[in-house]
Structure formats: structure tokens, C-alpha cells
């Protein structure tokens, strides 16, 4: 994705995080709704600074370049994301707003939990991929 395409984006995370922020804030809306907004910003936040730096820093951009050449661990990685990550992100994050939607607090849990468990799911994959490749 080109550079300048992504800051627009970005940009773009940054406003519809606040303004949902906002909105919650203005409306009387349900707080969790107000911390979901910050968290998109403060993300979006920290991928800009990180996008900044590489455009800027040629040292650094020269290290982010030098680890992505090694090929195998990055195929593993890359596996270990599309079998974990597709099937808990879109699972649990889409549970997560229809339970939050529906006020049901302890299935909001257990399916933001779920979320969660592809960070043990994405290491477990990991290591199966690295002795298979």
C-alpha cells in the first residue's frame, strides 16, 4: 500500500474513532461504546507515528527492511496469522458487538475471551508451522 494512501486512512481511523468518542460522550450512550472509540484512536495514533518514522528515519527503515528479508520466518508468521487470526477476529469481534448491542455482559466476555485466545492460538501455530516448514 502506497505511503500516502495509508496516512489518509489512517487519518480517516483517527476521525471516526473520535467522532464515535465524541457521540458517546454527547449522547449518554453506553461507555464501552466511548472506549472502543478511544482504542481506535490511539491505535491508528501509534500506526501513524510508526508509518512517520519510516518515511523519515532511513536507519530505521533500513532495519524494518533487513528483518523482513529473512523468508521462511516470515511465510510462518504470515501462516500462523491467516489460520488463527481469520477465524478469531471476525468470530469474536462481531459476538463481541452483537452481545455488547444486545446488553449481554457476560457473553460480551466470552466472546472478546475469544479474542484473546488468538494470541495463544497464533504462538501454537507458530510452533507447528516452524517444525512443518
Known amino acids: 500500500m502506497k505511503s500516502g494512501k495509508r496516512l489518509w486512512i489512517l487519518a480517516l481511523e483517527i476521525a471516526l474513532?473520535?467522532?464515535?468518542a465524541?457521540?458517546?460522550?454527547?449522547r449518554g450512550w453506553d461507555p464501552r461504546w466511548q472506549g472502543m472509540g478511544i482504542a481506535v484512536v490511539v491505535v491508528a495514533l501509534l500506526q501513524l507515528l510508526r508509518a512517520?518514522?519510516?518515511a523519515r528515519d532511513t536507519e530505521y527503515r533500513e532495519h524494518c527492511d533487513t528483518e523482513t528479508k529473512?523468508?521462511?520466518?516470515a511465510y510462518i508468521r504470515q501462516m500462523a496469522w491467516l489460520w488463527a487470526g481469520t477465524a478469531f477476529i471476525f468470530i469474536g469481534g462481531l459476538l463481541t458487538v452483537v452481545f455488547l448491542i444486545l446488553k449481554n455482559d457476560l457473553m460480551t466476555k466470552a466472546a472478546s475471551g475469544s479474542v484473546c485466545l488468538l494470541l495463544v492460538l497464533y504462538w501454537a501455530f507458530y510452533l507447528i508451522l516452524q517444525k512443518k516448514y
Open 17 to 20: 474513532g473520535a467522532a464515535l
Open 22 to 26: 465524541v457521540l458517546c460522550q454527547l
Open 52 to 54: 512517520l518514522r519510516y
Open 70 to 73: 529473512d523468508e521462511r520466518n
